[in-house]
């Protein structure tokens, strides 16, 4: 299957600072999505982005599928952005199941 | 507004009993996924279907089962409960292949 590796493996943040989490992804992929999973266990989705740059608000994220990676931005964090963040990644080779990346753990203090 | 949700949320249960989570999903959407969530393993996948009478099995389905009558529901059923499989589920679901999948809030299952 497809290997996914995320990095850093855990982040710790001052309120407002910015920080770009990474992910790297084994083989061509026809699905890339970002997840937040809060302090409660829900997974929250951030992007669906195969390919190309989205914002939305404080995060961004941009996706080279070319060279088989994608990068989560968070701006001006916020404590309510700590958490888990996965990139999950799915390919017609893969029968299109998503595959996790084990996460970024992301504490942001005040 | 159109969901998916997953019960119970929380469940204890005995070795050896035989323990059904359910899925459903009110969007119609043909493709739905069950997936168990490890500390040090991230979510894997255990079972999954792309329409009505289709299942698949994932990279963990030893000891796990599904059935897709219909398209709002993918029930997992634990055959014989063992304490491996003390875990958190998330069900999910995507309109069509490839395209972005939404997760349930999960359920907490504990094998005593």
């Known amino acids: 299957g497809i290997q996914v590796e995320q990095s850093p493996p855990d982040l710790i943040l001052q309120e407002g600072a910015n920080s770009t989490l990474r992910c790297n992804f084994s083989?061509?992929?026809?699905?890339l999505q970002w997840f937040h999973q809060n302090p409660w266990g829900q997974l929250i989705n951030l992007f669906y982005?195969?390919?190309g740059t989205k914002q939305n608000g404080r995060l961004s994220a941009t996706t080279v599928a070319t060279e088989r990676y994608s990068l989560l931005y968070i701006s001006s964090s916020q404590t309510t952005d700590s958490g888990v963040y996965f990139c999950?990644?799915?390919?017609?080779?893969?029968?299109?199941?998503?595959?996790f990346g084990a996460g970024t753990t992301v504490t942001v203090r005040a | 507004d159109a969901e998916i949700t997953q019960s119970p949320r929380h469940k204890i249960t005995e070795t050896g009993r035989q323990v059904t989570l359910a899925c459903h999903q009110t969007?119609?959407?043909?493709?739905m996924f069950w997936y168990r969530q490890d500390l040090g393993h991230g979510l894997r996948l255990i079972h999954y279907?792309?329409?009505?009478?289709?299942?698949n099995k994932g990279e963990v389905s030893d000891g796990y089962s599904v059935s897709r009558s219909n398209t709002e529901d993918l029930p997992l059923t634990l055959e014989s409960a063992a304490s491996s499989q003390t875990s958190v589920y998330f069900c999910?679901?995507?309109?069509?292949?490839?395209?972005?999948?939404?997760f349930g809030q999960g359920t907490r299952l504990t094998v005593v």
């Open positions: 999910a679901s995507s309109e069509v292949v490839g395209t972005e999948a939404f």
């Open positions: 083989d061509s992929v026809n699905n």
């Open positions: 982005i195969p390919s």
């Open positions: 999950a990644v799915g390919s017609l080779l893969n029968d299109y199941k998503l595959s």
């Open positions: 969007w119609n959407h043909n493709n």
């Open positions: 279907s792309y329409g009505v009478q289709d299942t």
